[in-house]
């Protein structure tokens, strides 16, 4: 069904992509899809990644390579090279979509590695014509790579199925009520990497309903998305909580565009209070805030309102998606009975087959069925699902998950250290941030060095946006760094 919901429709020149001033329909994307898979490896069952911004080049090359039988990876663009280079490896990544404007950075990468790499500017013209699936391709093999950060340096990559994909994505659809606004008004901007599992959803939620999609470039500004909203009529967003917040703060101030086309702000990524939301409602009338409850490992949707915002619950990031079971682990018996506290335990046809290569690592997210999510929360006796906190070290940055371990290790390889421990805090906005608290390897060592090095060898999103020089670091009686779990109860 997603391998080629691109190719199978009737509306081939509706606007599917509005990229600045440039309009691009259906077929637009499909013939350059079709000129990409042409270009792509002959063998089946490969592992291809995509190296792009979120723009019509990208939703080309996704559906070029998945309605070709095999594995899309894509890559954050924020990435740097010593942390593209091994995950080509890790992944078995033997071809690479991207643009001319990177060739600079993966000219240095094939040097090492043997990958074939496609610039999307050097694809012929290509007639979209009739294109039939491999016949062995299964809902239940993977179709898509998710690289996550690793607790020891070293990613987890998910793997995702079709039908993982297609179960959050029409789930999605579901929970949604797109049918309240005429088909031809609806118009979806994403505030989010198109490369995440967040971004995934939405986007192929949006080619399934035929939602055209403007696209904002990088530099993310709540003025561009103003300007944007005006300009195109834009009726839903699907993005960070820290627009929401931006928002909040920008309440009350006269507004110097045209938003009045707004009808939801989906908000995700971390936690939103209640106080918040509410705020954002009276502020704002005509536009439904939602929150959200997912992860890339549940495809990555677990929980949202459904249809509607119940403004008496909140604190809630709404019910479970259909077909999907949700209980809490409390020492190790599984239970949904209603206010009682856990870990929030998953099963349903949106858990991911399991991570690429690892099966350790996939033991121990994966029991008997169930996701193990790491987070901390409870169901309310309507089926309401609460996140009271995090039972793992995850600190979450603008919707995309950083382990602190990974960075750890980084700042530990650069030798300007002798001992570092990295948390989560938030800025003045509220947003979450990588914190660090280090030993100095000599009183010389500057915080400047240790900025520098991290933004050489990290994606902007994984850097320390706040550094401490201590003397000493908590530790356990094995040794082990000291941490306090989040709880926010």
Same mark, same amino acid.
């Given at each position: 069904?997603?391998?080629?919901?691109?190719?199978?429709?009737?509306?081939?020149?509706?606007?599917?992509?509005?990229? %600045?001033?440039?309009?691009?329909?259906?077929?637009?994307?499909?013939?350059?899809?079709?000129?990409?898979?042409?270009?792509?490896?002959?063998?089946?069952?490969?592992?291809?990644?995509?190296?792009?911004?979120? =723009?019509?080049?990208?939703?080309?090359?996704?559906?070029?390579?998945?309605?070709?039988?095999?594995?899309?990876?894509?890559?954050?663009?924020?990435?740097?090279?010593?942390?593209?280079?091994?995950?080509?490896?890790?992944?078995?990544?033997?071809?690479?979509?991207?643009?001319?404007?990177?060739?600079?950075?993966?000219?240095?990468?094939?040097?090492?590695?043997?990958?074939?790499?496609?610039?999307?500017?050097?694809?012929?013209?290509?007639?979209?014509?009739?294109?039939?699936?491999?016949?062995?391709?299964?809902?239940?093999?993977?179709?898509?790579?998710?690289?996550?950060?690793?607790?020891?340096?070293?990613?987890?990559?998910?793997?995702?199925? *079709?039908?993982?994909?297609?179960?959050?994505?029409?789930?999605?659809?579901?929970?949604?009520?797109?049918?309240?606004?005429?088909?031809?008004?609806?118009?979806?901007?994403?505030?989010?990497?198109?490369?995440?599992?967040?971004?995934?959803?939405?986007?192929?939620?949006?080619?399934?309903?035929?939602?055209?999609?403007?696209?904002?470039?990088?530099?993310?500004?709540?003025?561009?998305?103003?300007?944007?909203?005006? %300009?195109?009529?834009?009726?839903?967003?699907?993005?960070?909580?820290?627009?929401?917040?931006?928002?909040?703060?920008?309440?009350?101030?006269?507004?110097?565009?045209?938003?009045?086309?707004?009808?939801?702000?989906?908000?995700?990524?971390?936690?939103?209070?209640?106080?918040?939301?509410?705020?954002?409602?009276?502020?704002?009338?005509?536009?439904?805030?939602?929150?959200?409850?997912?992860?890339?490992?549940?495809?990555?949707?677990?929980?949202?309102?459904?249809?509607?915002?119940?403004?008496?619950?909140?604190?809630?990031?709404?019910?479970?998606?259909?077909?999907?079971?949700?209980?809490?682990?409390?020492?190790?018996?599984?239970?949904?009975?209603?206010?009682?506290?856990?870990?929030?335990?998953?099963?349903?046809?949106?858990?991911?087959?399991?991570?690429?290569?690892?099966?350790?690592?996939?033991?121990?997210?994966?029991?008997? !069925?169930?996701?193990?999510?790491?987070?901390?929360?409870?169901?309310?006796?309507?089926?309401?699902?609460?996140?009271?906190?995090?039972?793992?070290?995850?600190?979450?940055?603008?919707?995309?998950?950083?382990?602190? *371990?990974?960075?750890?290790?980084?700042?530990?390889?650069?030798?300007?250290?002798?001992?570092?421990?990295?948390?989560?805090?938030?800025?003045?906005?509220?947003?979450?941030?990588?914190?660090?608290?280090?030993?100095?390897?000599?009183?010389?060592?500057?915080?400047?060095?240790?900025? =520098?090095?991290?933004? *050489?060898?990290?994606?902007?999103?994984?850097?320390?946006?706040?550094?401490?020089?201590?003397?000493?670091?908590?530790?356990?009686?094995? !040794?082990?760094?000291?941490?306090?779990?989040?709880?926010?109860?």
């Amino acid at each position: 069904m997603i391998r080629n919901s691109l190719l199978n429709r009737k509306n081939w020149d509706k606007t599917a992509v509005i990229d %600045e001033k440039k309009y691009y329909s259906y077929r637009d994307l499909a013939q350059k899809s079709i000129a990409i898979q042409r270009r792509l490896p002959q063998k089946q069952r490969e592992n291809i990644g995509i190296f792009l911004p979120n =723009s019509g080049n990208y939703i080309a090359a996704l559906f070029g390579v998945i309605m070709s039988g095999m594995t899309a990876f894509p890559l954050n663009i924020q990435l740097t090279g010593h942390e593209i280079d091994p995950l080509l490896a890790q992944a078995d990544v033997h071809a690479l979509i991207t643009s001319k404007t990177y060739r600079s950075l993966f000219e240095d990468i094939i040097e090492t590695a043997s990958v074939q790499v496609i610039y999307v500017e050097e694809l012929p013209e290509t007639e979209c014509g009739a294109f039939h699936l491999p016949e062995d391709v299964g809902v239940d093999e993977p179709m898509i790579l998710l690289s996550t950060s690793g607790t020891t340096g070293k990613a987890k990559i998910v793997q995702l199925s *079709e039908k993982n994909v297609a179960s959050s994505a029409l789930a999605y659809i579901n929970k949604m009520d797109f049918e309240k606004i005429p088909e031809n008004e609806l118009r979806a901007i994403l505030g989010t990497p198109f490369c995440s599992a967040y971004g995934l959803m939405v986007l192929t939620a949006c080619v399934i309903k035929s939602i055209p999609v403007v696209i904002l470039k990088e530099a993310f500004t709540l003025d561009m998305l103003y300007k944007a909203a005006e %300009e195109h009529k834009v009726t839903h967003f699907e993005g960070g909580v820290s627009v929401g917040l931006l928002m909040e703060q920008m309440a009350g101030r006269p507004v110097p565009y045209d938003i009045s086309s707004f009808r939801y702000f989906g908000l995700a990524g971390s936690k939103i209070s209640s106080n918040t939301l509410r705020r954002l409602t009276k502020s704002y009338p005509g536009v439904e805030f939602w929150p959200g409850y997912g992860m890339s490992e549940a495809g990555p949707l677990i929980a949202k309102p459904d249809k509607k915002v119940d403004m008496n619950k909140l604190d809630s990031v709404g019910t479970g998606i259909d077909c999907v079971t949700i209980k809490m682990d409390v020492n190790g018996v599984l239970t949904d009975t209603p206010h009682t506290r856990g870990e929030i335990v998953v099963k349903g046809p949106n858990v991911m087959l399991g991570y690429y290569k690892n099966e350790e690592e996939t033991r121990k997210i994966l029991k008997d !069925g169930y996701l193990y999510t790491g987070d901390i929360g409870y169901l309310d006796e309507d089926g309401y699902l609460y996140i009271c906190g995090r039972k793992k070290n995850v600190i979450i940055v603008r919707g995309l998950n950083v382990h602190a *371990e990974e960075v750890e290790a980084c700042i530990l390889n650069s030798g300007l250290v002798k001992d570092c421990i990295v948390y989560g805090g938030t800025d003045s906005f509220e947003n979450e941030i990588v914190c660090v608290d280090l030993i100095p390897m000599t009183a010389q060592i500057q915080k400047e060095e240790i900025y =520098s090095y991290c933004k *050489e060898h990290l994606a902007n999103y994984k850097q320390p946006k706040r550094i401490k020089m201590i003397d000493t670091i908590r530790k356990t009686a094995t !040794g082990k760094t000291e941490r306090a779990l989040e709880d926010d109860q």
